[in-house]
């Protein structure tokens, strides 16, 4: 590891005696990064730099993900949301700014329905948690014998060949994008049996056959807001764009920004526009 990316080595952290894998640098404003469903603190890898010269940034790796434990229990909203208190709490932060992507944005909007005195600023990207509608391959992980069926796909001996096929690919003109990438990262991360308990489990405790079960809606309805950033790409097909209005309804006065041509990973799409957008709204919002 090379002094200049000594920053990027993460910390790990017993909590309830299980490993919690975060990232922990910077000085300034208190920025954490939550990640979605198949992610991980990687996700947020080309804002690191972009952000620790003036904040202060905390990655964590859920538990479930990345390189944190994945044990049995609860995967819920709030079971992640009590998580990111007790690491703030182990850290002696008492306040922070939440961006959280997807499954992590859910898992924002609960921390602050919960903990509304530790959140100055909430940024939502792609959220989950704002409607019914999600892709039918979340969905599909709902049904009856996902676990085989997810066995057999996430393999060893299928990932390589699907990689094989993508090298194919490369060699005449095919430039994966962001969505595909970040996705691919998270499906290759299933090839273990905890994995996939996990993310089926993360998975099933926000989704069903016919959609989100998990809505924001009422219950921002019943707290004050802090200052919201939404953040969104105009060809989600995870989670429509829409669903960004639909926030709009229920908290007056956020902030919306639609990054055009972008999916899902909008961050990953255009890591600078989103690094000034994020610094603007921390400098600009009390």
């Keep these: 590891m090379t002094e200049s990316h000594a920053h990027l080595t993460p910390h790990v952290m017993q909590l309830h005696g299980h490993e919690l894998s975060y990232l922990d640098t910077g000085e300034g404003n208190v920025v954490l990064f939550i990640h979605g469903i ?3 603190r990687r996700n947020w890898s080309q804002l ?68 509304p005195e530790r959140v100055d600023r909430l940024v939502l990207v792609a959220s989950g948690g704002l409607g019914r509608e999600v892709s039918g391959l979340l969905r599909a992980a709902t049904l009856p014998g996902a676990e085989t069926v997810l066995s057999l796909v996430a393999s060893t001996w299928m990932t390589s060949r699907l990689q094989a096929l ?4 490369g060699k005449v003109g095919w430039k994966p994008g962001a969505d595909v990438g970040a996705t691919w990262r998270g499906f290759t991360s299933l090839a273990d049996r905890e994995s996939r308990r996990a993310f089926l489990a993360t998975t099933r405790s926000v989704v069903d056959v016919g959609g989100q079960t998990v809505s924001a809606h009422d219950k921002l309805l019943d707290v ?13 097909r995870i989670i429509p764009a829409w669903h960004a209005l639909k926030a709009r309804e ?32 921390v400098a600009t919002t009390p």
């Design 38 to 40: 198949l992610g991980s």
């Design 48 to 115: 690191i730099d972009r952000m620790d010269d003036s904040q202060r940034v905390i990655v964590p790796d859920l538990f479930g993900h990345g390189e944190s434990s994945k044990p049995m229990g609860d995967y819920s909203l709030s079971s992640h949301a009590a998580t990111l208190r007790d690491l703030l709490d182990r850290l002696e932060i008492a306040t922070v700014t939440l961006v959280g992507h997807s499954l992590g944005g859910g898992i924002a909007m609960q921390f602050y329905y919960l903990f």
């Design 224 to 236: 004050e807001a802090p200052p919201t950033l939404v953040v969104w790409g105009s060809k989600d």
């Design 250 to 281: 229920s908290v007056p006065g956020i902030r919306v920004e639609l990054f055009e041509g972008a999916g899902h990973y909008p961050h990953l799409d255009d890591p600078d526009r989103f690094a000034e957008l994020l610094r603007d709204f």
């Design 166 to 169: 993508a090298m194919k690919a």
